[in-house]
């Protein structure tokens, strides 16, 4: 790289104002040369619940059962401010936490206080956390060959009670990293952050008859503390010729990927699409999902070393050129073309991709530079601050804005992927019974959970901060959260007109079919009021009885219950033509007709035989 050609077109595709200020290309080295003094990733892995109804207490039901679970590796967390295991107490270490975690919870509004710290006891929480400690290190291969032993220093399982769950994974490098004791750098962390975040093979490189999985590591291990390989020991996985069988002819709801194997073991006992192990087939087992593609969201830290490979200063961001900024904000693996994509296409990419408020400058001692992509967020720096402040801040506030900011992002694609299943399910079943009233109550439960969502869990601001405020802006920008909120908002409220619109439809045809019932009693009322009461009297003679002639009017009350039977036959066979849902709505109608119907049949009985004839004359000698 020369510095005339770097300035030539630096300054040919960002303003010179820019070029001058931000970068100097003749300082500028290959990846290869740039040493890492600290490096971290978190991996934050987002599960929708697919199956289980209603959504709370399956979420409940899973988290007591993996707490009642004594073989379980998952501890419950009952207090969230541990969600980071503290250091040993009465240490300097346990000091240390204690003062980042104070300024942690400092760090937020109050209502991002109650819902990330609230202690978690009898009541329902809003999410449950559960703990892992077993494993210590994970040792990856990537598909160049080179081999990164990584600490374990979070393992976490988060579920909410709305249906969705996050799997967290925090690998950072400890002293010498790579197997063959070599340093640290810049190329490896950008190959490492593309290949280890894979679920599964994205696409396979065909070489001749054979196949292997495209931009995924070689081989992954889980280690104890004594470095001994764990979770099942060492993992095959599924060769192409056997992924493609699978999911060509595999049924319907069971075309997915497989997962890869390391992350099958780690998961359990989660039962998730796509799992190879024993674990997938257990029965009543809630399902789990994926929310995005092979690619799980991530975060992460990387502090620079200087060239001697001390602490690094804000003069060894500069080193890094344009195109590996790019790489590492978009996750791409190592390489050695100026620009992983077209120069016009990147044009705005310090605008829109990077928050740079303390990106180094003239006379400047700070050196960071934040990053974001939607999928993945990364910090750069070197120095002091960013060793002993920075690090903590990446591993606890930021690590929580991320949190709040994907929890958002995959329970608004959880909520419109169950209102897609309700609208196929009724497409499938609309002419069973309780088809309609199944998907109503769907919707109208969904619809009633996003509002609780929406009003509870979901911020659009975490702190007062002006920097949280910014950092916590731009997450939400690269999630599309307001967007995506938009769009489920019309989603609900199409669904909602239907159902609302579809009983309209249906109080309507009630309407008429009791217009016609209405008729017939007018038919039946006229003859009464055109005779007047005085028929009952049978004359001007009372002492024939209040009925006058008792067989005459149970003839009457024949013919009464005869029409009123015909109206039931008739809204019976109207009801049986239509739709089965709109039986639901008649219910009444038939109670109310079908009493009618038995004190009609009573009344004629009753005349008949003489009954109320009878009673009436024991009535008048009790007065008498």
Known sequence: MTGKTHQDWIKGQTSPHMAEAMYEPEK????????????REILIWPLALESGDPVAATIDHLARSIEADNASPWRRIHDPMDHIEPAPA??????ADQAQLYAEFVYFHDFIQQFLYQKQGAATPPFYLFQRNDIHHVLVTLSDGVSLRLDIERLNLYLFSFGVAFVVIEAASCGIPLQDGGKLTLDTVQTFMDEFRRAYAPFWFVNGETASAGYSPARVAWLDGNGEEILGGPHTEPSFDQEFDKIRHCKEKERHPSLFSHWDRLLDPLCLKGMQGANKHAKNAAVWRHIVDERIPFMSYISLASVSGGEG????LKRISRGDWMRLCFADRAGSDPLPYNPFFLRHFETD??????FPHAGSQNAVRHMFSGYAYCAVGAGWFCDNHLNHHFRRHYFQMALLAHMEFAALL???SRITRAVTALQKNGDEKNAYETFQNTILGIEKEFLDFTHRYRFTAVSNQVQAIELYGMWRKHLRLQDISDDLSRELKDATDFIFANDQDIQTKTGNYLNIVATIGVALGLPMAFLGMNIVTNGTDPTNGIIGDASQWASFFVVVLFFQLAALLYLYWTVENKQQRERR?????????GINAAISAFLAVALKLDWIAKIWGWIRNCFS
């Open 414 to 416: 959880s909520f419109s």
């Open 353 to 358: 991709q990077c928050y740079d408020r303390f």
């Open 313 to 316: 200063s804000p003069e060894d």
């Open 90 to 95: 009465n240490t300097r270490e346990s000091l």
């Open 28 to 39: 500028w080295r290959r990846a290869d040369q740039i040493a890492v003094r600290e490096f």
């Open 585 to 593: 709505t008649f219910r009444n109608l038939y109670v109310i007709l």
